[in-house]
């Protein structure tokens, strides 16, 4: 099948939003339970369409199987940062849908001009911090336990890629 990885449009808010839900409930990658109520998304999404903030979308048949959202970071002081999270559906892991999906936002990322994109990872999650070192992005620190799932403590590593 083939996937198109493009800028989310409005008719994606629901299929989006479905798919942070999914991998949300997985309960082992995330720092969410559950995707953000709907109206909490879809304002989301329109604000990021109307101010040009980078948010990819990896599609299958019309359907969101994947996201890389890059809003700026809310302070005015770090409106230099783009916020990273991403994440596909358990189907389409381990293809090089991940790291397609990522070059393609970190290239209008760089040129929506941001000096300095963050992101966090749980320590557990091999794979997205492999994927993350790949597109150039380095450790920076460990916020201990951080994270508390059905009684098993995560740290997360804060990731930061710089841009001169
Ligand atoms: C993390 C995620 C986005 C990676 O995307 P992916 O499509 O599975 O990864 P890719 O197939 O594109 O692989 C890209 C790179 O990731 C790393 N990688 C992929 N699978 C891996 C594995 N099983 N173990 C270790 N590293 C792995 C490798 O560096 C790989 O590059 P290589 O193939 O040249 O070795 C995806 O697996 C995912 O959504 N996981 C669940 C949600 C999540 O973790 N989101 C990130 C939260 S911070």
Redesign the pocket.
């Known amino acids: 099948m083939t996937i198109e990885v493009r800028p989310i449009r409005e008719e994606d808010i629901e299929s989006f939003h479905a798919a942070v839900g999914v991998?949300a409930r997985?309960r082992?990658?995330?720092a969410l339970l559950e995707a953000p109520p709907i109206e909490r998304a879809r304002s989301f999404v329109l604000r990021n369409i109307e101010k040009g903030y980078p948010q990819f979308v990896a599609i299958a048949d019309r359907e969101v199987v994947?996201w890389c959202n890059i809003p700026p970071a809310s302070r005015e002081v770090m409106a230099h940062v783009g916020d990273l999270?991403?994440?596909?559906?358990?189907q389409?892991?381990?293809?090089?849908?991940?790291?397609?999906?990522?070059r393609e936002s970190l290239a209008a990322a760089d040129a929506f001009g941001y000096l300095r994109i963050e992101?966090?990872?749980?320590a557990g999650?091999?794979?997205?911090a492999?994927?993350?070192?790949?597109a150039g992005f380095i450790e920076e620190g460990v916020k201990r336990r951080a994270i508390l799932i059905d009684g098993v403590f995560h740290d997360e590593v804060i990731m930061a890629r710089l841009r001169d």
């Open positions: 991998v997985e082992t990658y995330l994947g999270f991403m994440g596909l559906l358990p389409w892991r381990g293809q090089g849908l991940g790291e397609r999906l990522l992101l966090g990872v749980f999650n091999t794979r997205a492999a994927l993350y070192r790949k």
